[in-house]
C-alpha cells in the first residue's frame, strides 16, 4: 500500500492502551462466580450439606431448609449470571450485585439468624461500593431476541439442574419413579405444581421450593430482558456513509478493503480533525474494525484513538481484521496491541496478466472450452444496467446464493445495484437455451468494487447451479481484460486464509510442525474453503498482500475469531426468519436495495 507510516502524535501519546481487565474487577468476578456454584451445590446436593464444606457453606449468601434451597438456588443463579458482567466492568451487573448482595445478607439474618453469613454478604459488597468507579462500562448492542435466547437457555438449564434436584434424594424418595416422572415432576415443579413424585418429610417441600424458584427466575429474567429499553447495533446514518464517501473519494486508492466500510450495518468513529475513520462491528462484546482506517495516513492515530475510547467505555474487546501490513504497524505502535498474520490478498496487476503461457494452461483452456459452449461475457458499470436488468441480477444473486444465512463483512459491500454505487462493475455470463431459466440467459454473475479510481476489488461470485463449471475463471478473465476500457489497472481477487503455511508446508523440506499444521487447514478446508480459495486466487498468478489481525492478548484470540465468524455468518445464533419474508424487510435507507450475500472473499 502506498504512504509512509505516520508519526506518533500527541493526540495518540495520550492513547490509553486498551481496555485491558481491571484487577479488581476480575477479582469480584471470580469471588461471585465461587459464591454461586457453591450456593447452588448448597441447595441441590444434601450431602454436601453435612460435608465437611458446610462450615464454608453455611456462610455464605443464601440459607438452608424448605426456603434455604430455593434462596440458595436463586443467589447462586443470580450470581454466575452477574459474574462475567462484572468481569467486563458493566455498571448494570455492578448495580445488580449491589441490590442483590444485602437481600443476601438480610435472608442469612432473617432464615438462619446467621451474622457471620451476612457479614460475608456485606464483605463481597464492600469491594463492589468502593471500586465503583471502575464499574462504568455502557451496555452492548441488544434487542429482543435476548429475552428468547435468555428463555431457551434458562429453560433448558433449569431443565437439568432440576433433573438433578429430582434424583439426588434417593434415599427420601418414595417408590422408583421414571426418568419421565421425573421430568414430569420437574416440568409441573416450575410452574409452581406438585408433580408425580413423592418424598418423605420436608424433602418433599424443599424439592418445590428450588423448583418453583427456577422457574421464576427464567419468567423474572426473560421478563426483564423482553421489557428493558433497547440498545440496537449501531448503523452507517446517511450522513456518515458522506463522509466516508469522501474520505474515499482522496484516499480510497490506499487500501482495496476501504469501500467495504460502507456496509451499512457498521458503525463508524471519526478523528478529531474528521480526517480518518475507523469502521466497526460489535459482535458477542467484541468491536471488530475491518481493513485499514479511512482517510489520511496522518489523521490515523486521531480516529485509533477513538475507536479504543468507545472500546474501553463500553468493556469491548477491540480486534481488526484484515488489515494491511502499514495498517498493523500503525495499530500496534498507538495502541500497544498485537498483530498476526491472518492470510494474503491476491492481487492481479492488469498489465502484466497474460493468458498466454505455461503457467496459464489451464485457465486458458478452460475458459476456451466454455466460450465453445456458447457462453458469452459483458463487463460494466453499475450505472450503465437498466433497473429491469438489475433486479434480474438482485434476484438471481440472491437465488444463488447457496446458504440461508448471509455471509460477509469484512470483504463484503452486502448489496448489488445501489443508487450511490454506481462505480461498482459488473460481469455477467449469459448464455441462451432452448428452456430459458426464471433469469432468462443469465448465467453467472461477478461483483467488484471500486478500489480508488484505478483499481477494482472482488466482492462477490454467483453462478446458476446448473451452468458449466469454470463460471468464476471465465468472469475473472473477462474481467481482467476489460479492465484497461475502464481505466483499471490493478484488482484485487479473494482472501486466502493461511496462504504462507499451505504453500510452504507442501514444499520440499518442510518441517514435521508445519505439515501437521497444513494438514489440519486442509482438514478444516472441509467446511471453510481455506485450501480451495487458495489454489483458486494462484491460477491467476497474482502478488501476494499480507493481510493481519489485530488483537490485545493471545487469551482473546479465540474470542476473537468466534466473533468474527458470526460476523462473516459462518456461525448464527440467531434464530433466521423463513426466506420468503427476509426478501419482504426494508433496507436500512430507501436508496439502498439490500442483498444478503455470501462473502466469497472471507470464505
Known amino acids: 500500500m502506498s504512504g509512509g507510516v505516520p508519526g506518533r502524535s500527541s493526540a495518540a501519546r495520550r492513547i490509553v492502551r486498551g481496555p485491558r481487565p481491571e484487577a479488581v474487577p476480575a477479582l469480584v468476578s471470580r469471588a461471585c462466580a465461587l459464591v454461586g456454584v457453591l450456593d447452588i451445590a448448597a441447595g441441590v446436593f444434601p450431602r454436601f450439606r453435612h460435608s465437611r464444606m ?17 434462596l440458595s438456588l436463586s443467589t447462586g443463579v443470580l450470581l454466575l449470571l452477574l459474574a462475567h458482567g462484572l468481569k467486563r466492568r458493566k455498571r448494570r451487573a455492578w448495580r445488580a450485585a449491589v441490590a442483590l448482595l444485602p437481600a443476601g445478607a438480610i435472608a442469612q439474618f432473617v432464615y438462619r439468624h446467621s451474622i457471620v453469613g451476612a457479614l460475608i454478604s456485606m464483605a463481597l459488597l464492600l469491594p463492589l461500593l468502593r471500586h465503583r468507579h471502575e464499574f462504568a462500562a455502557l ?35 418414595i417408590g422408583d419413579p421414571s426418568v419421565a416422572d421425573r421430568l414430569t415432576h420437574v416440568l409441573y415443579g416450575l410452574f409452581g405444581f406438585e408433580g408425580p413424585v413423592d418424598y418423605e418429610g420436608n424433602t418433599s417441600w424443599t424439592v418445590a421450593f ?53 456496509r451499512r450495518d457498521k458503525a463508524v468513529v471519526f478523528s478529531p480533525s474528521g ?38 467505555a463500553h468493556s469491548w474487546t477491540p480486534a481488526v481484521m484484515g488489515c494491511s501490513e502499514t495498517g498493523g504497524e500503525v495499530w500496534t505502535r498507538e495502541t500497544g496491541l498485537d498483530a498476526l498474520e491472518l492470510g494474503d490478498e491476491a492481487v492481479v496487476d492488469v498489465a502484466d496478466f497474460s493468458l498466454a503461457g505455461r503457467a496459464m494452461r489451464n485457465v486458458r483452456q478452460m475458459v476456451k472450452r466454455i466460450e465453445r459452449a456458447g457462453y458469452e461475457t459483458r463487463v460494466r458499470r453499475i450505472r450503465d444496467l437498466g433497473e429491469a436488468e438489475l433486479d434480474r441480477i438482485r434476484r438471481a444473486a440472491e437465488d444463488w446464493r447457496g446458504t440461508d444465512t ?16 454506481g462505480d461498482c ?15 432468462g440467459d443469465l448465467k ?49 481477487l479473494n482472501f486466502a486464509m493461511f496462504r504462507s503455511a499451505l504453500a510452504r508446508g507442501e514444499k520440499i523440506g518442510a518441517g514435521p510442525v508445519l505439515r501437521a499444521w497444513r ?17 483458486f486466487n494462484a491460477k491467476f498468478q497474482p502478488r501476494w498482500e499480507p493481510r493481519f489481525v489485530v488483537y490485545r492478548a493471545s487469551g482473546d484470540l479465540p474470542r476473537i475469531g468466534f466473533a468474527a465468524m458470526q460476523a462473516e455468518g459462518f456461525v448464527n445464533l440467531a434464530l433466521p426468519l423463513p426466506r420468503f419474508l427476509r426478501r419482504r424487510t426494508a433496507a436500512p435507507r430507501p436508496c439502498s436495495h439490500g442483498l444478503p450475500e455470501r462473502d466469497v472473499k472471507a470464505a
Open 54 to 70: 458446610h462450615a464454608i457453606a453455611e456462610v455464605l449468601p443464601g440459607a438452608l431448609g424448605p426456603f434455604a434451597a430455593a
Open 519 to 535: 494438514g489440519l487447514l486442509v482438514f478444516l478446508s472441509r467446511w471453510f474453503q481455506i485450501e480451495s480459495l487458495y489454489k
Open 406 to 421: 448471509e455471509r460477509g463483512f469484512s470483504m463484503a459491500l452486502g448489496r448489488i445495484g445501489d443508487a450511490t454505487d
Open 444 to 492: 453467472a454473475i461477478l461483483h467488484f468494487v471500486p478500489w480508488g479510481t484505478d483499481g477494482a476489488s472482488l466482492d462477490l461470485m454467483r453462478r446458476d447451479r446448473s451452468a458449466d463449471p469454470g463460471m468464476n475463471e471465465l468472469l475473472i478473465v473477462a474481467a481482467l481484460q476489460a479492465a484497461p476500457k475502464f481505466g483499471i489497472t490493478r484488482v484485487s
Open 275 to 312: 480526517k480518518a475513520a475507523v469502521t466497526y462491528r460489535v459482535v458477542s462484546g467484541v468491536m471488530l474494525a475491518s481493513g485499514d482506517p479511512i482517510g489520511d495516513v496522518e489523521a490515523w492515530p486521531g480516529a485509533i484513538e477513538r475507536f479504543m475510547d468507545e472500546a474501553k
Open 210 to 262: 428450588s423448583l418453583g424458584a427456577l422457574g421464576l427466575l427464567t419468567a423474572v429474567t426473560t421478563i426483564y430482558l423482553a421489557f428493558r429499553p433497547e440498545h440496537p447495533a449501531a448503523r452507517l446514518t446517511e450522513e456518515d456513509e458522506n463522509r466516508l464517501r469522501a474520505l474515499l473519494a482522496r484516499h480510497g486508492s490506499r487500501d482495496s478493503l476501504g469501500h467495504f466500510a460502507l
Open 139 to 173: 451496555p452492548d448492542p441488544r434487542s429482543r431476541w435476548r429475552a428468547l435466547a435468555n428463555f431457551v437457555l434458562m429453560g433448558a438449564g433449569s431443565l437439568v439442574l432440576g433433573l438433578v434436584i429430582v434424583s439426588v434424594h434417593p434415599n427420601r424418595t
Open 425 to 439: 462493475l459488473i460481469a455477467t455470463a449469459h448464455k441462451t437455451d432452448d428452456e430459458p431459466g426464471p433469469y
